[in-house]
């Protein structure tokens, strides 16, 4: 695979707590960036995320655990931080607009992290009953630049900060996990080679923990990473811009579509409704009685959100499901409730996602084809198949 960014540089051992420091001389480090503060106190921000869990332990005690375990991040962003933000414009081809936000570390989050507020959890993620160690080390460090990529990525959307963008008007731009997360990953991956080193920054993205939150990889992997790279004289708004709406790499990154007849909202499970629907798989019952995936429709949730064809599933929620309807039932139960956490064995280990709701196309509605370039018919889709539409 070809490197995101490749620039000439000085590479030497850091003395610091870091792997390496880069200096780089293409870079010119002369636009506005905002004014970043560290909040590790935001004790009624922590309790909201978890109101119930947080009536019984104390959101103020977790807080304190974050000033004693969030020294290596905070260090990390008041040695980086202006460095981070500079390379992120330079690299997007897009402006800051904000004058100032806060970096707020807390305990718990439900998910890696959130780029509108910007939140990084230190402690795990935590859904329901089920918590996962947050990453640490370069990953986390990768994980926090990622999530100012789509914070600067939001910014061209968000009427609140005024202006006006031509990219955000492009099919790629759309939510979800095939186009906008694969843009930001992109330009994550880019700023963060010039921050903490290509291997540094290679290792944490292809981590374990990266590719089980990113549905979208595959596709990241086979389209985007070999052909778009980016620098200060070719940047992701160029990029974007030059795409045709009615390109392949358009075509191929469809957002999945909502299933005819189906509402955003959770529905009851009827007996013999086929596994189709709107997470898009078909299971039988393997020889170990665990329910494993046959099909997996990849315009649908369940491929959306990280289910692959072979999964086997062994608990929802931390429930263990032994029919097709207990696997129904289970997930749409807290599905549009903050998600459900799903168990499977894949290869032999096992793991656990994340499944939520996210924005799909109403039925029909094929918005990438709106410049004409193409008609629906003209890509050939196998939706069983393991990698992206059209393949």
Do not use: C
């Not at 390379?87 to 081809?93: A, F, P, R, V, Y």
């Not at 019952?285 to 990280?306: C, F, H, V």
């Not at 129904?328 to 956490?341: P, S």
Request: proline fraction near 6%; charged fraction near 20%.
């Amino acid at each position: 695979m070809k490197r995101i960014l490749f620039i000439a540089a000085l590479l030497v051992l850091a003395t610091g707590p870091f792997a390496q420091e880069a200096y780089y001389s293409v870079f010119s480090f002369d636009s506005f960036i905002p004014s970043v503060m560290v909040n590790d106190r935001a004790v009624n921000l922590q309790h909201e995320l978890y109101p119930e869990y947080y009536g019984r332990v104390s959101a103020t005690a977790d807080l304190r655990w974050v000033r004693a375990n969030d020294s290596a991040l905070a260090a990390f962003w008041t040695e980086r931080g202006d460095t981070i933000l500079h390379i992120l414009t330079e690299l997007s081809g897009i402006a800051w607009r904000e004058r100032a936000f806060d970096l707020f570390l807390i305990r718990y989050f439900p998910s890696n992290g959130s780029p509108d507020p910007l939140i990084v959890p230190i402690g795990g993620l935590k859904v329901g009953d089920i918590t996962e160690a947050a990453p640490t080390g370069n990953i986390m460090q990768f994980n926090l630049i990622y999530q100012l990529s789509q914070r600067m990525l939001d910014q061209t959307i968000q009427p609140r900060y005024g202006g006006d963008n031509g990219m955000a008007y492009h099919p790629l731009m759309r939510f979800g996990p095939y186009r906008r997360d694969n843009l930001a990953l992109l330009l994550a991956i880019a700023a963060s080679e010039n921050i903490i080193g290509i291997d540094s920054t290679k290792a944490a993205w292809q981590s374990a923990f990266w590719k089980r939150r990113s549905p979208g990889l595959q596709v990241f992997e086979k389209y985007i990473a070999p052909e778009w790279v980016l620098t200060p004289g070719n940047t992701l708004a160029d990029w974007v811009n030059n795409e045709p709406y009615g390109s392949h790499l358009v075509a191929v990154t469809r957002p999945p579509t909502r299933p005819a007849g189906t509402t955003t909202g959770p529905r009851r499970f009827v007996e013999g409704l086929p596994l189709k629907g709107v997470l898009g798989v078909t299971v039988s019952i393997d020889e170990d009685g665990l329910l494993k995936i046959d099909t997996l429709d990849t315009y649908r949730l369940g491929y959306a959100n990280g289910l692959r064809r072979d999964d086997r599933i062994r608990a929802v929620d931390g429930r263990r499901v032994r029919t097709a309807r207990e696997l129904v039932e289970g997930i749409l139960a807290n599905l549009y409730n903050g998600g459900v956490t799903v168990q499977i064995y894949r290869g032999g280990d096992l793991q656990t996602l994340i499944l939520r709701p996210i924005d799909m196309l109403p039925p029909g509605e094929d918005t990438f084809y709106d410049n004409g370039y193409m008609s629906p018919d003209s890509t050939s889709i196998d939706t069983t198949d393991d990698y992206a539409p059209g393949e």
